[in-house]
């Protein structure tokens, strides 16, 4: 893409605030001598080479770099500005000029931009991220490097196996990959290691509140370990 982007706006007649119903006979015609600003909380963007198709479509350019998404739309002319419309349009890349929303692939991986149209895509998804062409939609994700190569929304993070339960993994170091980027005791995943029984959620470092951090066996719940535990388990006091 070069430095301007081709964009087709479309949805409800626009009017003015003044009263005036442009779609009337009475009305000004649209010309150069309205001005079509786009809006949002972060930005206000005067459009540039606006071309009216009829009342409820417009295609103009806008700088590559800025987002396409939801914008109010205000559109001011010799009569004053119209009222502000939220959510009343489409905006969307409109490269070939035809009035159409584009499919936007940067990277030409075959998935378009997360806000263009996905029509004329070689294959349907929200690209994430639309420079890099090794991040798409079912890509091979790369766990742990803070990128989200399959655009799930999460980078996978490499967690511990929790068969139990406890908050702790295996003293063997058995890993799983969270997809959600997070390790869920609930998935069976932990962060910490060195539970010594992972067949049993009585048992993991620290169990025994009364005979500190060793891994240790408390099944009746006093706080101490128990005697006699199985074997590989810390006995307690």
């Given at each position: 893409?070069g430095?301007e982007?081709t ?9 003015q ?7 009337s006979?009475?009305a000004p ?17 005067e459009l ?18 800025d987002?396409?998404?939801?914008f ?9 500005t119209?009222?502000l419309?939220?959510g009343?349009?489409?905006i969307?890349?409109?490269e070939?000029?035809?009035g ?8 030409r991986?075959?998935?378009g931009?997360?806000?263009s149209?996905?029509?004329?895509c070689?294959s349907?998804g929200?690209d994430c991220?639309d420079?890099?062409a090794?991040i798409?939609?079912?890509a091979v994700?790369?766990?742990?490097d803070?990128v ?6 999460q980078?996978?993070?490499t967690?511990?196996v929790?068969v139990d339960?406890?908050g702790?993994?295996?003293?063997d170091m ?6 959600d980027g997070?390790?869920d005791?609930?998935?069976?995943e932990?962060t910490?290691s060195g ?6 959620a009585?048992?993991?470092p620290g169990a025994?509140?009364?005979?500190g951090?060793?891994c ?11 005697q006699?535990?199985?074997s ?6």
């Amino acid at each position: 893409m070069g430095g301007e982007t081709t964009i087709t706006i479309s949805g409800r007649s626009m009017y003015q605030s003044v009263g005036v119903d442009l779609a009337s006979a009475a009305a000004p015609r649209f010309d150069d001598s309205f001005r079509v600003t786009l809006k949002s909380a972060q930005t206000s963007l005067e459009l540039t080479q606006v071309v009216w198709i009829d009342l409820q479509t417009l295609r103009a350019t806008i700088p590559a770099t800025d987002k396409l998404g939801d914008f109010d739309v205000e559109v001011s002319g010799p009569r004053g500005t119209s009222n502000l419309l939220v959510g009343a349009f489409q905006i969307c890349a409109d490269e070939d000029g035809d009035g159409k929303c584009d499919c936007v692939d940067g990277d030409r991986d075959g998935y378009g931009r997360a806000d263009s149209d996905q029509s004329g895509c070689a294959s349907q998804g929200d690209d994430c991220d639309d420079a890099q062409a090794s991040i798409h939609p079912g890509a091979v994700e790369i766990s742990d490097d803070a990128v989200d190569q399959d655009c799930s929304g999460q980078d996978a993070v490499t967690c511990l196996v929790d068969v139990d339960m406890d908050g702790f993994g295996s003293e063997d170091m058995s890993t799983t990959l969270a997809r959600d980027g997070s390790c869920d005791t609930a998935d069976q995943e932990a962060t910490q290691s060195g539970d010594c029984d992972d067949a049993s959620a009585f048992t993991y470092p620290g169990a025994a509140s009364n005979d500190g951090t060793a891994c240790m066996r408390d099944l009746d719940g006093d706080g101490f370990g128990d005697q006699s535990p199985p074997s590989g388990v810390v006995a307690g006091s």
